[in-house]
Each structure stands twice: as structure tokens, then as C-alpha cells.
């Protein structure tokens, strides 16, 4: 284990705070449904009264006279009917209560972690991996209610031992502090248990976790696995997590199997010394057989109370590391601030203005070192660098998702972080290295659930060069695209992207090599398109093809994160033998390529 097990104590004063958040957030569905469980807790002490009564007054008589009256029979007919109808009524509220409150914690849980993913900052995310994040947002919210289920049932149960013992001290004073010493072992029995699960309970959690980390990596990289024969390997991996999660589960399970054995035989054994002791007291005449067998009957009644309470915080282990795993969550730092300024309207493409930009994964070594540089309205930026100077990072904060370190980044004048949020969305839109298409339709994937004509649709197609493709589908806009767009070339998932960036009209278009995948040709005609739309968008490119680099009005060279020279792509390659070498190794890369191809 990695973790030290909690103290039993801490453990459980820990669940019952847990548990308190719900009832707060519930109140009402937790009252409906205690008070469905009391109902069936008094209830089934009446059961006990009812016993006791027709042992002392029929079934006694019976045997002394002979006879039964059919008046006293119909009686305890009725009253065990009675007693029985409204008990189902105490349990069907009881089990409806507790499982509305415990799926609308869960639904309310997941809720707000999502609302968190999407309010902290890339940077946040990068350190987390994909696997635990939808650990926390799946089994851990699913572990922290858990023991909601058998809450109102605990509580009710609780208020029918208490009804049992002082029915209990009623009948025989004696028999009862005898059954009553059964209640200082299951305390004991609980924080044994509790002491023993709640370090092999956090493993599990962080198992699941890891597991599911796994299962995403071979699920998005299950192309690379298959195609370099890697099966067996990832086979391997994905077993030795799934085995280490099935034996710290099955270390979980033992000490469970012994938990809930010990915890319903104690109040067998402590049944049974009653009835010795109490066969004895009738014997002598202390006692009377009415009393012996209600006390029997409560302490039998009393065990499920004990088995019912012992379910409950036989989840806290669980519970606890769950719940402390989302609040980790729920109260990560980094959230980004969003000020109150609307998007900047106006004809034609926006000016954007980056000024001293600074920003490093790590502090002590930034990556963009004081960039500056401003786009003009409906001029064309390339920004041309060797891998790792930072051109995809720079698209990064262009687009918000993550905040500079240092400097500004203003569109119209406005700076990003005083736009309202949901605002950036209204002016830039942004097409990244990898196309991702969702398992929906063409028009699905492209208006991504917005109201937007067909004949818009369309239009983004046409300029993004995929109208032709898309026309030959067998259902056109409502083909479905298969998962990821499986379906589809790379180069025509990339054009899918692309025309979902354009259908919003957007006023500044980043396009982080989002043409990589597309012939030159094809790329050539998607950038004259851009600049001869009606509305003339401000583009940002990373390219490194010289036909996409020498369409545009100014290049911004690259280099260690800073920028090295600028100008238009003749000049630069003119007076600058660093660039010149850079675009020309990548034009070889393109015939090198071509050439494997080629037929």
C-alpha cells in the first residue's frame, strides 16, 4: 500500500461528515425516506408486542384448555396484518428516499467536477492524466455516496433498537443488560475493520484510476499498437494493473468477509445466552415464558439494526477516499478569471496585438520569451520555427487556453482577459494540429449542436474544399462519421475542422498546421478561399510549406521562443540561411514523401 491506513475513529467521523453534506443538500428526500424507515423500525418492534401478547394470551391458553376462540384468533390475524402492510409502506418509502438522494448527489457531484475541468486552465489539466480525471468524475463520485443507500435504513433502525431495548428492559431487566453486552463487541468489531480497509480502499481508487488511464492510451493509440504488432505488450501492461486493482480488491473483500460474518453472529450468540438464562428464570420463577421470548425476539429484531448500521460504515473506507479524491478536484486552484468586456464587433478581420508575451511549462525555463508582433485586420501571419520553438504554444494563448506567464494579448484593443467568458468564442476560432470528429453526423461535427442553416453549412464545406467529398457520402450532411471520423481520410477530417472553424465566422482564424494532411494543391485552394470570402478573417498559420508560407503577408520567424527576423517569406529566405535551410529542409521532406507515395 502507499497509503497509511486513517484510525477507525477518524475514518468514521470522517464518512459521517460526508454524509451530513447530503442531508443538507436533501433534506426532504432524506426526511421522506426516514420516516419511511422508523415505520418500518417501530413497526417491527410491534411485531415483537404482538408475539409476546398472543404467546401470553392464545397460544399458552391453547394449550392449557384445549381450545382456541375464533374471536382471539382473528385478532392476531389482524394485527400481524396489520403490522405487516404497514411496514411495506415504511420500506417502499425507505428504499425509494434513498435512492433518489443518493443518484441526485451523484448526478450533482458530476456536475459541478465537470464544471471544474472546464473552468481550470489547460495547464492544470496537463498535469493530471486522462484516466484519473474520469476516475473522479465516475467511480470516485460513485464511491463518496455510496454509503447513502443504506443511510435512511441506518437511521431508522437506529430509533427501532432504541424502541427494542426499552421494550427489552420492560419485559426482564436481567436478559436484557445480558443481550445488551453485545454492543461494546460490534463497536470494537467496526473500528478493527475500519483500521484494516481504509489503506487497501485508497489503493483501489488509485488503481482504478491508473487502469483507466491505460484503457484510454490503448484505446486512442490503438492504430500505433496494431500497426507495430504491439498487441501482446499492451496486453501486459493492461494486466498487471488489472491484476495489482483485483488483488488489493480481493485484500478488501477478505477483510469484508470477515467483517460481516463476525458482526450478524454476535447477536445470534448473545440470542442465545439469553434463551439459556432465560429458561433457567422461568424455571425458578423469576421470569415468565411471554417475557423470555420477546427479549429473544427484540435482540433478533436489534441484530438487523446492528447489520444495517455495520453496512453503513462498512462503505465509509471507500466513501472517505472517494469523497477527498473529488474535493481535490473540486477545489483545485487555477481557475481562470474572465472580466466583463463583450467581444469586439466590426467589418472584416480583427487586429490582434501580442505585447512582451511570456510563458514556460516550468518557471525556471520559458519557453515564448518576449514576443511581440500585432496582425493587421485581414492580413495573413505565418509563424515558421523548427519543432519545439513554440509555435503551437503561442497558438495556445492566442486562444486562451492557457494564460501568459507575462505580456498582453489584445484583439481590437480589448485585452483576452477582460472579455466576458464565452465571449473569445464570438471573434477567433482556432484549428489545431489534430482534426477530432465526434461519432455524429457531417452536419453534426460541423454546427456542433448550433442553429445553423444548411446552405452555411455548405459555404464552410466549399472554402474548407469539402463539399465535393462530403456530396458523395450516401447521406451527405447526415452521414454519421463513426467514432473519431474513422470513416474518413486524414486530410478530410482535417477539412471537417477546418469547416467547423469557419461556419462561426469567425473574425480571426488560427490554423495551428491544420492543412498538414492535405495535398498542396487542395492546401493552396483552401488559403486563397480564406482570403476571398466575404468577410476577410485575420489568420494566424503555422505552416512550414512554402506554398502556404509565401501566401502570406508577413512571416514571423521562430527560434528558442523568441522571434529571430520577420518579414515576407522572399526576403527572409534571402538574408536569413537558418530559415532558408528550415522551409527547404521541409519542401525536401514533401518530395521525399511524394515520392513514397507515388505508384
Known amino acids: 500500500m502507499t497509503d497509511e ?118 495547464s492544470w489539466h496537463q498535469r493530471h492524466p486522462t484516466g484519473e480525471l474520469l476516475s473522479n468524475a465516475n467511480s470516485d463520485v460513485e464511491a463518496a455516496w455510496s454509503p447513502i443507500a443504506p443511510l435512511p435504513m441506518a437511521v431508522g433502525t437506529v430509533a427501532m433498537m432504541v424502541i427494542a431495548v426499552i421494550q427489552m428492559l420492560f419485559a426482564d431487566v436481567v436478559l436484557a443488560i445480558v443481550g445488551l453486552l453485545v454492543f461494546p463487541l460490534v463497536i470494537a468489531t467496526n473500528v478493527v475493520y475500519q483500521n484494516l480497509a481504509q489503506g487497501w480502499a485508497t489503493r483501489a481508487q488509485e488503481l482504478r484510476a ?66 439459556v438464562i432465560g429458561v433457567h428464570r422461568v424455571l425458578s420463577g423469576a421470569a415468565v415464558a411471554g417475557d423470555v421470548v420477546t427479549v429473544a425476539y427484540l435482540l433478533t429484531v436489534v441484530s438487523f439494526p446492528i447489520r444495517s448500521i455495520g453496512w453503513l460504515l462498512g462503505e465509509f473506507p471507500r466513501s472517505v477516499v472517494g469523497y477527498r479524491r473529488v474535493e481535490a478536484v473540486l477545489r483545485a486552484k487555477g481557475a481562470m478569471s474572465y472580466g466583463a468586456e ?70 481590437d484593443g480589448v485585452e483576452l482577459r477582460d472579455l466576458a467568458r464565452g465571449e473569445l468564442a464570438e471573434v477567433l476560432a482556432v484549428v489545431p494540429q489534430t482534426a477530432f470528429l465526434f461519432d455524429d453526423t457531417v452536419r453534426g461535427n460541423v454546427t456542433l449542436g448550433a442553429d445553423v442553416p444548411d446552405e452555411d453549412v455548405w459555404a464552410a ?49 488560427v490554423l495551428d498546421d491544420a492543412t498538414s494532411a492535405v495535398d498542396p494543391e487542395v492546401e493552396a485552394r483552401i488559403l486563397a478561399a480564406l482570403k476571398s470570402g466575404d468577410r476577410d478573417a485575420s489568420l494566424v498559420v503555422v505552416a512550414y510549406r512554402k506554398a502556404t508560407i509565401g501566401l502570406a503577408d508577413e512571416v514571423l520567424f521562430l527560434a528558442d521562443g523568441a522571434i529571430v527576423d520577420r518579414g515576407p517569406h522572399t526576403d527572409l529566405v534571402a538574408r536569413n540561411d537558418d530559415y532558408a535551410r528550415l522551409v527547404n529542409a521541409y519542401e525536401q521532406k514533401d518530395h521525399v514523401a511524394e515520392e513514397v507515395g507515388a505508384p
Request: no cysteine; net charge positive.
Open 461 to 509: 464545406l466549399r472554402t474548407a474544399q469539402a463539399d465535393g467529398f462530403v456530396a458523395a457520402l450516401p447521406a451527405g450532411l447526415d452521414t454519421r462519421l463513426g467514432e473519431r471520423g474513422t470513416s474518413l481520410s486524414g486530410g478530410q477530417r482535417q477539412r471537417i475542422s477546418l469547416a467547423r472553424a469557419l461556419v462561426r465566422r469567425p473574425r480571426l482564424l
Open 342 to 411: 463583450r467581444a469586439p464587433e466590426g467589418p472584416g478581420g480583427a487586429r490582434l496585438e501580442v505585447d512582451g508575451l511570456r510563458y514556460g511549462y516550468q518557471s525556471d525555463r520559458p519557453l515564448l520569451r518576449d514576443l511581440s508582433f500585432a496582425v493587421e485586420p485581414g492580413r495573413t501571419v505565418a509563424l515558421v520555427g523548427a519543432t519545439a520553438s513554440g509555435k503551437s504554444t503561442l497558438t495556445t494563448l492566442l486562444t486562451r487556453l492557457i494564460d501568459a506567464d507575462a505580456g498582453s494579448i489584445r484583439l
Open 5 to 122: 491506513p486513517d484510525h477507525g475513529a477518524a475514518t468514521t467521523s470522517a464518512g459521517f461528515a460526508v454524509l451530513w453534506i447530503a442531508i443538507k443538500r436533501e433534506p426532504w428526500v432524506f426526511a421522506v425516506s426516514t420516516i419511511g424507515s422508523l415505520l418500518f423500525g417501530a413497526l417491527t418492534v410491534a411485531d415483537a408486542w404482538v408475539l409476546g401478547w398472543s404467546t401470553d394470551h392464545v397460544v399458552l391458553p391453547a394449550f392449557r384448555d384445549g381450545e382456541i376462540g375464533s374471536g382471539m384468533l382473528w385478532a392476531v390475524l389482524g394485527l400481524f396484518l396489520g403490522v405487516a402492510i404497514l411496514r411495506a409502506v415504511g420500506i417502499v418509502a425507505r428504499r425509494l428516499g434513498a435512492g433518489v438522494m443518493q443518484y441526485r448527489m451523484q448526478a450533482r457531484t458530476r456536475r459541478a467536477v465537470t464544471r471544474q475541468y472546464l473552468s481550470l486552465p489547460m
Open 210 to 275: 491508473e487502469l483507466s488511464e491505460i484503457a484510454h492510451e490503448s484505446f486512442d493509440g490503438a492504430m500505433v499498437v496494431k500497426t507495430l504488432g504491439r498487441e501482446p505488450e499492451e496486453t501486459a501492461r493492461f494486466q498487471a494493473k488489472a491484476f495489482a486493482l483485483r488483488e488489493t480488491n480481493i485484500k478488501v473483500g477478505r477483510i469484508r468477509a470477515a467483517f460481516d460474518p463476525t458482526l450478524a453472529a454476535l447477536p445470534s450468540i448473545a440470542v442465545l445466552v439469553v434463551l
